[in-house]
């Protein structure tokens, strides 16, 4: 059973903390994706990887930085968390066969900015 | 700009009524189009995926539909149950890899008995 595994469900950390999101896919996935979702705005692309040590912008990559330094593990930071970071981010992973897309979704990680 | 469009917002049915949720789309290539299930606090599920080149799929009691030529897609439930009430995801793919990965805003669904 393909598993997408985030290190934590919940988290609380305070304004100007310096945090990190980690996860951790088993499937051997080329692609890898952290997403935020808000409520009235859906789901948007923060990050993404196509490769070890490869990243790429998404929509919304202000106040946010990643690392791949392992083909199954994506790192999400947040250099100093601010409350508008207060959100619920998920993870993903996808592999890079032609016609084979599916996302694969972690649980998500709810966090909340104080 | 690629868009992803999806209606209702939020939808409230008996337990046993049937529903549709629509997706509309403006993504350019093409890959495929899934629909995912969100259960509150966990992360999205694919239900049915479906290419340019398919008209309906079936998975249990869903049924997506897709027209490509007005770029639109159905999720048709059947027979609801308290387990439906979830947020319904609309993905379109772009691209041969499918790394850009439009999503909808959803609907979120609620069920009552």
């Known amino acids: 059973d393909v598993k997408v595994t985030q290190s934590s469900r919940y988290l609380v950390k305070r304004t100007g903390e310096k945090v990190f999101l980690e996860c951790v896919q088993d499937?051997?996935?080329?692609?890898m994706f952290w997403y935020r979702q808000d409520p009235g705005l859906g789901l948007r692309l923060i990050y993404f990887s196509y490769d070890v040590k490869m990243k790429e912008k998404g929509d919304i990559p202000e106040g946010y930085s990643v690392s791949r330094e392992k083909k199954e593990r994506f790192s999400l930071i947040l250099e100093s968390a601010s409350t508008n970071q207060t959100s619920m981010y998920l993870c993903a992973s996808s592999s890079l066969t032609t016609g084979n897309t599916e996302a694969f979704f972690g649980q998500g990680t709810r966090l909340t900015v104080v | 700009k690629n868009q992803v469009e999806q209606s209702p917002q939020s939808l409230i049915i008996l337990e046993g009524k049937n529903c549709t949720l629509q997706c509309n789309y403006t993504v350019s290539p093409f890959s495929n189009l899934r629909w995912y299930k969100q259960d509150t606090g966990r992360g999205p599920v694919s239900l049915t995926i479906m290419t340019f080149s398919e008209n309906t799929k079936s998975n249990g009691r869903y049924t997506a539909t897709l027209d490509a030529d007005t770029k639109q897609s159905s999720l048709h439930i059947t027979a609801s149950q308290l387990s439906d009430s979830a947020s319904y995801i609309c993905v379109v793919s772009a691209g041969q890899a499918g790394t850009a990965l439009i999503f909808g805003k959803g609907t979120t669904l609620s069920v009552s008995s």
């Open positions: 499937m051997d996935h080329e692609n």
